[in-house]
């Protein structure tokens, strides 16, 4: 499962009593203005969350994977992301049963 | 463009709602995003990108300051995926 809009509109509905029409209209506008300012190449922060730069690659020597054929990739501009403080210490204790033995440090130790 | 700036200029693109109540919608949708990681859930918004964890295993450190060895625990940490549409348009080189 994962986090949509369509939750998201759910949440705002349910939690501050907006309106479903408010609700989608508003959080419509919050991804369209993010996306907006960093189309202007505009950084993005947003405190407690994280902050979305802009990057300029330069053009760099590419392959066609298929023919093996040299091709550059043009130059171009990307959006990463970082994530605050807050952000990242709320993530980095999540239990994942997958590595849970590991991140309490036992990993490689034999567990017989 | 800060947090602040965000609601003042989603507050001047729309009607229905009071200052307030832009505002405080605003920190909930950030606030639930932040909750929906920390529980390991993705975030797919379609047209902007998708929000996930990555693992970064145990491994060991090193204190800056004496130089001592440090086990560091495994760690999940919060990634981006720009969606195509989001890629294309801050890509239109001015």
Known sequence: MALTKSEIIENLHLELQLNKREAKELVELFFEEIREALTQNEQVKLSGFGNFDLRDKRQRPGRNPKTGEEIPIAPRRVVTFRPGQKLKVQVETYADPEHQLESIGLAGESLH | ???????????????????????????????????????????????????????????????????????????????????KELREMVNELD
Do not use: C
């Open chain 2, 1 to 83: 463009m800060t947090k602040s700036e965000l609601i003042e200029r989603i507050i001047a693109k729309q009607s229905q709602l009071n200052p307030r109540e832009v505002e405080q919608a605003i920190k909930a949708i950030i606030e639930q995003m932040a909750d929906s990681l920390a529980a390991g859930e993705r975030i797919e918004i379609r047209g902007f990108g998708s929000f996930s964890l990555h693992y970064r295993p145990p491994r060991v450190g090193r204190n800056p300051k004496t130089g001592d060895a440090v086990l560091l625990t495994g760690k999940y940490v919060p990634h981006f995926k720009p969606g």
